[in-house]
């Protein structure tokens, strides 16, 4: 428990430092109150309860004032550390690209990031207006930058913001890095100490965006069908320019767009959650599509990193595709289209991915490769020709964009799309070929939100103390403690459980309060007959593995 004395003493030393009128008002307000308000004592407390952690997913979290909340304070520490790491390395005059969406006090944050990198001695270019992540991420690469910064909270609530940190090669930073950039952050002592140019970057003009379109086209194949009508959602996120510009450039037919969600709106209004994945994120998506009827609905979440796709069933009726199917069928298609011999070849994917990427490249006798979660990893695969997420994360150009990119992957499942409606079929049809010929993958997730992260590690801690012998009446035939590495993973917070027919993973979030559960269960199929049994089947088993994985771990 924090001395009330010493708290106001340090949440005062912050707010001498603090460059952000609007965070010095709600600061000083709450360090008013305190003493005679124990609400008001209890959030000061917690705003100064350690500092946000600079990790491999960069800053995450809340916007406000103090040390565990994002504002221009920790950015502007987070820049200087940065920038320190880079001179460190001997990078004394590079180039740092800087990215940022349309959340509050993102534009803010990108301006920070460019003073500070000015005024420590680097060059600093500041993309032109919010663009997509994967603009950024290919603005690295083509432009011969040492780092990236991207400003963005992704698909997180709307009263978050985020700081994420690319190098030179265009991927996202793994360790040793953050851990030498988080020690250099820590070695700040104050704001005062960080020079602040007022002056002296570059803001980037429209040619880099026109680069980065220009190597959209080349994710698809000369010639192929452009045919396929798609509903577009940029789900309040700055997804929508970029991704109408390049249908326009490939020639597909304009997308008819969700109107309510098309424009840039940091307050998310129409949505809980702006993920394409959350309970009824997709329902304005799917009312427009009742009335356009097209061949499918895509969806960006809000800084178009990702793509959801889904696909009609029915009159009127439309299902969600799941990461997994649409990774699945973004694979097939590199396959049917035949992957060059002479350039990359390597699949990859997280661990909590379907496990059917690994059936398909091994059909096709591709490389192959699992890695821990995140595109950090992913995007580092030697010979990587594509890779996939579950969480709507696609990467299908990698010498272009080192990360997830939902603006080509929207392309490329548009062109499958195309050519199957050529051949009177549906991204349906392959998901069922794809079953009858390498079995039935069927995913799930059980994903628990918590307020109180301390209930996450002691569901942890439960599975570790009792592993279970048995999920959904199958036999847990191997159990691995991921916290101690692998033969081909370094170590990570995770549990992984092999059944047999199914697989189960475990994992804290590593960019929300959330206990994450990854369920694959494989049926096989004999032929197409087999193929609502098959599914009625999974159904079962996912659902038995929910149940019975809740319990084991108290959730």
């Known amino acids: 428990m924090q001395d009330q004395g010493e708290l106001i003493t340090r949440a005062q030393s912050w707010l001498d430092e603090d460059p952000d009128q609007e965070t010095r ?187 980065y379109l220009a190597r959209t086209d080349a994710v698809l194949a000369a010639g192929s069908p452009r045919t396929a009508r798609t509903v577009y959602t940029a789900m309040h996120g700055v997804g929508k320019d970029t991704l109408l510009a390049a249908f326009a450039r490939a020639g597909f037919p304009e997308p008819v767009l969700v109107a309510e969600q098309a424009e840039p709106d940091p307050d998310f209004p129409t949505v809980a959650f702006p993920n394409p994945e959350e309970p009824g994120a997709m329902d304005l998506s799917f009312a427009t599509a009742r009335e356009a009827r097209p061949d499918l609905v895509i969806a960006n979440d809000p800084d178009a990193d990702r793509c959801a796709v889904a696909v009609p069933v029915g009159d009127g009726d439309w299902r969600m595709l799941r990461g997994d199917e649409v990774g699945a069928l973004l694979a097939a298609h590199l396959v049917r289209r035949g992957v060059s011999p002479d350039g990359p070849r390597a699949f990859a994917e997280s661990i909590v991915s379907s496990s059917l990427l690994g059936r398909i490249a091994e059909a096709a006798g591709l490389p192959y490769e699992e890695t821990l979660t995140g595109f950090k990893w992913i995007a580092r695969v030697e010979g990587l020709r594509y890779g996939y ?27 499958l799309a195309s050519e199957l409606k050529e051949e009177g079929r549906t991204l349906l049809d392959l998901l069922d070929d794809l079953a009858v010929a390498h079995g039935l993958h069927a995913t799930d997730q059980l994903s628990v ?15 570790r103390e009792r592993q279970p ?20 993973l370094p170590p990570t917070d995770g549990l992984r459980y092999t059944l047999d027919g199914a697989r189960v993973i475990v994992r804290p979030s590593g960019t929300e309060p959330k206990l994450k559960c990854y369920l694959e269960v494989v049926v096989p199929v004999a032929d197409r007959s087999g193929l609502p049994q098959a599914h009625e089947r999974a159904a079962e088993l996912l659902a038995a593995l929910k149940r019975d994985l809740a319990a084991a771990a108290g959730i």
């Not at 000083?28 to 946000?52: N, Q, S």
């Not at 299908?396 to 548009?414: Q, S, Y």
């Not at 999920?471 to 033969?487: F, H, I, N, S």
């Open 25 to 211: 008002e709600e600061l000083a307000k709450l360090v008013a109150a305190a003493p005679g308000d124990p609400v008001a004592a209890a959030d000061l407390a917690g705003r100064f309860a350690g500092t946000l952690q600079f990790g491999t997913a960069g800053l995450r979290g809340e916007l406000g004032a103090g040390p565990m909340r994002m504002n221009r304070s920790v950015v502007i520490r987070a820049a200087a550390g940065l920038a320190a790491y880079l001179k460190g390395k001997g990078h004394t005059d590079g180039l740092v690209v800087i990215g940022y969406d349309a959340r509050y006090k993102s534009a803010d944050f990108a301006r920070d990031t460019a003073a500070v990198m000015t005024g420590a001695g680097l060059r600093a270019a500041v993309l032109p207006r919010p663009l997509p992540t994967p603009v950024l991420a290919f603005a690295i690469r083509h432009l011969g930058a040492v780092a990236g910064v991207e400003v963005t909270a992704s698909h997180n609530p709307p009263r978050d913001n985020g700081y994420k940190v690319y190098l030179g090669d265009g991927s996202q930073i793994v360790p040793p890095a953050d851990g030498e950039i988080a020690a250099e952050i820590a070695a700040v002592r104050s704001l005062h100490d960080v020079p602040r140019a007022d002056r002296g970057w570059q803001t980037l003009g429209e040619d880099v965006l026109e680069a």
């Open 389 to 415: 997420e579950e969480a709507l994360g696609y990467c299908v150009d990698p010498e272009g964009v080192r990360d997830k990119d939902g603006i080509t992957a929207a392309l490329l499942i548009t062109e």
């Open 449 to 463: 939100r918590v307020e109180d992260l301390s209930l996450i590690a002691a569901a942890m801690r439960r599975l």
């Open 469 to 488: 012998e048995r999920l959904a009446g199958l036999a847990v035939t191997r159990a691995e403690d991921l916290t101690q590495g692998t033969e081909t």
